[in-house]
């Protein structure tokens, strides 16, 4: 499984987003440019000692992600979409994309895959959920609808 984030803006959700990535043994996609350097104290913290866990693909644009992983299949997550992440089905080697805090998925990117675009329901007023609460969520379920499978893998088992 993979998470990409187009062009993220805080360090801590990022951090917080590579801290589900150690613990679920899914892969952290980059895609530039970033708001926030690397070396950012917040992004480290939130991340905390789990960097060393994390396997971290940086890439220039996403034009990059779509060339390299073009036999994958994307699920775009949007509050703008019509079906619900739930309805999705989620493979092991899926990228579940993410748009950067203030803007989420650019237009033309939602356009042209429209029909793989999912989204957390939730009380219309509410605009958004925090990044890093909503990749939890849909990774989460990802990994429901596969049985944890890759962390039974990984050897770690469930911890309770």
Excluded at 54 to 69: R, S, T
Excluded at 127 to 132: K, T
Aim: one cysteine or more.
């Amino acid at each position: 499984m993979h998470i990409v984030l187009i062009e993220p803006e805080i360090p801590g959700n990022t951090g917080n987003i590579a801290r589900l990535c150690a613990g679920t043994a899914i892969e952290l996609h980059l895609v530039k440019p970033l708001g926030f350097s690397v070396d950012d104290k917040h992004l480290k913290r939130a991340g905390l000692d789990y960097w060393h866990l994390v396997k971290v693909h940086y890439h220039e644009n996403f034009d990059e992600v779509l060339e390299k992983y073009r036999n994958h299949n994307f699920h775009y997550c949007s509050t703008k979409a019509a079906k619900v992440y739930s309805d999705a089905k989620f493979e092991s080697e899926d990228l579940l994309v993410f748009g950067k805090e203030t803007a989420g998925i650019p237009e033309e990117i939602l356009k042209v895959n429209w029909e793989r675009t999912i989204r957390i329901p939730m009380q219309e007023d509410a605009r958004s959920l925090n990044l890093s609460n909503a990749v939890a969520v849909v990774a989460y379920e990802a990994l429901r609808q596969q049985n944890f499978q890759s962390l039974l893998k990984t050897g770690g088992g469930l911890r309770n």
